[in-house]
């Protein structure tokens, strides 16, 4: 979904990621695309309870986990060694819109890639329940990659 008008090749891309296969081949699809563009990599986890006491420890432990978790989900042997080289990691948590956009600005991503699976409902069909949310909200131009049946 194109959002704003093209001012030249796409520079920096973000892509969210869940581990899935699908969202392996979103972030491999970008990166054939658009060979020269930088990589920015964010997976997005839940805190339940964040702001309670004693939530810093099980917040601490899940970063460090979702940290590990998006390394192995990078060490995949469908993602080559030179493609893991030009990829920039990035974890947030929170609520996912919000992470989402904000990472945006921060890496100023041009493009947003995320991998749907396609569930239910016309549009939820078409992009998936996440994607479907992700969509509507992103001010940059958005590539929904479908995974292959």
Known sequence: MVKQRAHGAYRSLLVATDFSSCSRRALATAADMFPDA???????????????????????????????????????????????????????????????????????????????????GFLQFVVGSRAESLLFWSRIDTLIVREVP
């Open 38 to 120: 930088a990589l920015h990599v964010l997976h997005v986890y839940d805190v339940p309870l964040d702001g309670w006491p004693g939530s810093e420890s099980a917040s601490t432990d899940l970063e460090e986990q979702a940290r590990r978790d998006l390394e192995a989900f990078l060490d995949h042997p469908d993602l080559s060694q030179i493609l893991r080289n030009r990829i920039s990691i990035h974890l947030g948590h929170g609520v996912m819109d919000a992470v989402v956009e904000q990472t945006a600005r921060d890496v100023n991503a041009d493009l947003f890639v995320l991998g749907t699976h396609g569930e239910t």
